[in-house]
Each structure stands twice: as C-alpha cells, then as structure tokens.
C-alpha cells in the first residue's frame, strides 16, 4: 500500500477517474460488498416479491440467500445483479433429487432458465442436515448430482454447489484452534468436505453467538457476543462469532481441507420473544457484524468474511419457538426496524 502511495498521485487520479466514469454508468461494485440478507418467506403479510427485490436494492444489499427455488423471487431477481444462494426447498425434498434425471431437471427449471439474467452463485443442498437426519444419506448423492447437471449446462464456472451446516456438528470449540468435527458428524461430513475440496466449493456454515450466549451464560458475557467486548481473552478472541468461525476452519483443517472456505450462510439475533432478545441488543449485533465482516479471523485474517445476515423481514409463520418470529432487519410494510448501513 506505502510503495503504491508513493509512486505519486497520478495512478490515484487515474482509478479515481476510473471510479467516476464507472458510477455515472450505474455499475455496481457488488464484488467489494461481503454482507448478504437471507429472505425467508413463513409470514402472510410480507411484501411482494418484486417489493422485496427493490427493497434489497434501495438499500445496497448485493447478495440474497432464498431457500427454496420460489420462481416469482427467481423472476423477480432477473437483471438485479444480486448475487443468490439459491436452497433446494426443505430437506425433506433431498430424496427426490437423488435421481440424477430429477437433479437434471431441476438444474435446467430453476437454474439454467434464469441464467445469466439472475446471478445464482452458490446452491445450498440442505439446510442443517445432522448426521442422525433422515436426510443425512441424501446430501452427498444429491450435492453430485446438482454439481453434474451445472457442469452440465457449462455454468461451473459461475455457480458452487454445497451444503449449509450449523456449529452443533463442532465440538471442541474452545480454544477454537481445538475444535473438530463430533464423532457423529465425522463419518458423515468427510466425503462432503472431500466433494468440496474437488470441485474448490466453500463450506455453508450458520454461526449464531446469540444461541452459543443463550445456552451457557455463565460463560459468555453478553458484550462478547455482541462485539462490544474490549480486549481479548486469554486465547486472543475478542468476539464470538470469531471464535465459532475459526473453529469451523480448524475442524476443517484436521479433516485435510486447510483450503475450504467458511461462507457464513446465515447470522442474527432476535428482537424479541427470548433471553437477551432485545431491539438494542439486536440492533448492536448487526451493526457491529456488518462492520466487522469487512475484516477477518485471527485464524483467517485477510477478510472480509462473506456473511447473510439473517434475515430481511420478521416472519409471523415461522415454526419453532417464539424468538423465531423476530430475526427481521425490515418489518413486513417494508420499514427498517433498525437504522443500519449495509454497503
């Protein structure tokens, strides 16, 4: 950077022309943005999905995450040049595309047909799949299947096929540098990993501090998982989110795959409905998360870390606990609940 500054200003003025030129042409510098926003769709009173694609534009957020191949967002999205993870629906669906034929025509209905006007860029064969899953069989046959159709249709080059796992699969985790794959999930996400490092595909990982705080507060304090923690802790970590990250990558490292990289899939904290769920709280967590995935990892310093943070609106159908109701960054008429900037 000094030897660049240096050479004098000419090179300085002639990028900064550059980045003018390209500005008044409306061309979109979505590569240097790493912050995404999943969009979950378990509400009756969410927007339409053309609504929503604009609303991610008005608000400079180049990457979305979809979790099943809805075709009014995949119609919606043409032209946004927002970059999608697209799901393949819930994991109950694995099974069908086990059948190379139906992973085929999958590929061609949901996929090709909207390439190159909508820039899928990862496609996520299940959602937190455990080993004890009965979808657990399913994932690696349906990950080689998906991956042959996009080879296939000659779009390799553009679109990564992967899994998307949760930190539960890691034990170990502290110091972080320990962590490995359970006993149970090693059998499991070994030829998955292996699939991955073939094909140089990145690892789906959800990292959520909110519930690592939750289920052992006696050991976590609140502002480190909150990043507002000041100073490190006796093994170098200042935040959470860190410390679950690095120990996806050091679980990585012991199964010989140095070389994967983490996409963080999903991450938030709720606004309500539990323990520590509070606007004040929530809204600290994705600021500070925004602005911190522009960075890295003490294991993987040279950032920024390719985040979705979840996720766009609340959702009043959402099953499970109450708390998932309330993980929205936009209320359903569109508002924000918080005042973030996410470019």
Known sequence: MDTFFSKGNTAMSAILLLIGILSSTGVEFTGAQSVGVCYGGSGNNLPTKEAVVDLYKSNGIGRMRIYDPDEGALQALRGSNIEVILGVSDNNKLQDLTNAGAATDWVNKYVKAYSPDVKIKYIAIGNEVHPGDAAAGSVLPVLQNIQNAVSSANLQGQIKVSTAIDTTLITNSYPPKDGVFTDSASQYIKP???????????????VYPYFSYVNNQQSIGLDYALFTKQGANEVGYQNLFDALLDSVYAALEKVGAPNVKVVVSESGWPSEGGTGATVDNAATY?????????????????????????AMFDENQKQGPEI???????RPDKSPKYQLSFN
């Open 286 to 310: 994705y600021k500070n998360l925004i602005n911190h995935a522009k960075g890295g990892t003490p294991m993987r310093p040279n950032g920024p870390i390719e985040t979705y943070l979840f």
């Open 192 to 206: 998955i990993i292996s699939f991955l490092v073939s094909n140089g595909a990145p690892l789906l990982a959800n």
């Open 324 to 330: 998932e109701k309330h993980f929205g960054l936009f």
